[in-house]
């Protein structure tokens, strides 16, 4: 199967969907460009499967408009979208085999034989389930029967795939099994992906680019790395990771960044949004930490105090405590934890200046 050249572009404009007083849905603007793969990232109740239910035709919305290749689909029911869909629970057909289940969008669509038993040949194949077509669900495993449902979305080749946290019932293994296939596939077919999950790492993965949900608000659209590393507040940045925060004040502009203390120490940030002044938080990822014995004459330093550690295997985790009370983690080798652990002296937790930035003081 060539890539499809009926993947789509989606335009959201201004969509919101309520429940009598409840809103589930507020004003979600944004484009999903053609041939993407869009994983909508949020919480348990951010409005991010709502979303994805508008996006299929399930839920009208209570306002705001929905375009597809530049028509207006608002108001068009499911059948009508050319739209594939993967379900949380895999809404396979128990009576029916493999190569039915494949089959069924396209006997619905009153393909010629011919046609479905080459599509649905070519569909096996493609998800790697060669010998089990005559297979019915309940003699699967999980993983076979979400390539199942994966190959019965695609089969009609839709203009978009629209996929509700297909991979949550999997245990971890099989997952990252299948969210391999899920990349391969994507980019085997072409078809405008929009995938739905609460897994950050998934999230990170997987996509060209995320949309981080909450309270049924959009707060970030970006692709992994300027999510993770550029969060626009302290939502986006608390739940992309682990992250450590430390008060910074007397913050002023400085050669494109930022300069500003952390207790008694001036700390440097590369990068800094607007005009920032006065009061805020300094946010870095523990990856970009390190220890050292001494401050480093060309990273940022602060002096802090292991106070616990937890063995990782090919690392440890430390607990660490500023001299102003502040909290942080780092993981390091076993060497740099010993001496953290048992020497006396103060140790220097040190980041590059580029991998700091800066977050609302409060909120």
């Known amino acids: 199967m060539p890539h499809s050249r009926r993947a789509s572009e989606i335009k959201v404009a201004g969509i919101g969907k309520s429940y009598g007083a409840f809103c589930a849905l507020k004003d979600v603007s ?3 460009g053609r041939g ?36 207006d689909i608002t108001d ?10 993967v379900f949380q629970g895999y809404a396979l057909f128990p009576h029916m085999s493999v190569a039915a289940n494949i089959a069924f969008p396209l006997r619905v669509r009153r393909k010629p034989e011919d046609e479905i038993k080459r599509r649905v040949g070519e569909m096996v194949e493609r998800v790697n389930l060669l010998g ?8 699967l495993s999980g993983g076979q029967q979400q390539r199942v449902a994966l190959a ?13 946290e297909p991979f949550s019932a999997l245990d971890k293994s099989l997952r990252g099994q299948m969210q391999a296939e899920m990349k391969r596939l994507h980019e085997e077919t072409g078809t405008t992906f929009v995938f739905v999950t609460h897994d950050q790492s998934e999230a990170l993965a997987l996509s060209s680019r995320v949309s981080i949900f909450n309270h049924g608000e959009v707060l970030q659209v970006g692709t ?3 999510v993770y590393e550029r969060p626009s507040s302290r939502f986006v940045a608390e739940f992309l990771g682990e992250i450590n925060m430390l008060p910074l004040r007397d913050v002023r502009p400085a050669n494109g960044g930022a300069r500003g203390l952390v207790e008694d120490r001036e700390v440097a940030l590369g990068f800094a949004s607007g005009d920032v002044r006065g009061e805020a938080v300094l946010a870095v990822r523990p990856e970009h ?15 802090v105090s292991a106070v616990s550690s937890t063995y990782l295997g090919s690392a440890v985790r430390l607990e660490l405590v500023t001299r102003g009370g502040s909290s942080a983690s780092v993981c390091v080798p076993m060497e740099s934890a010993r001496h953290a652990l048992e020497g006396s002296d103060t140790v220097w937790l040190t980041w590059p200046a580029g991998k700091g930035f800066l977050l609302p003081a409060s909120g």
């Open 289 to 303: 930490m390190s220890i050292a014995r001494e401050p480093h004459a060309q990273e940022n330093s602060i002096a």
């Open 152 to 164: 019965r979305a695609l089969v009609f080749e839709p203009g978009v795939l629209l996929l509700d």
């Open 30 to 32: 944004l484009d999903i």
């Open 76 to 85: 068009q029911p499911p059948e009508r979208r050319s739209a594939g869909m």
């Open 224 to 226: 992994p790395q300027e």
């Open 132 to 139: 089990h077509e005559h297979k019915l669900p309940a003699k």
């Open 36 to 71: 993407e793969f869009l994983t909508l990232l949020g919480p348990s109740g951010s409005g991010k499967s709502t979303f994805l239910m508008v996006l299929a035709g399930f839920e009208r919305p209570s306002q705001g408009k929905l375009f597809r290749d530049g028509v």
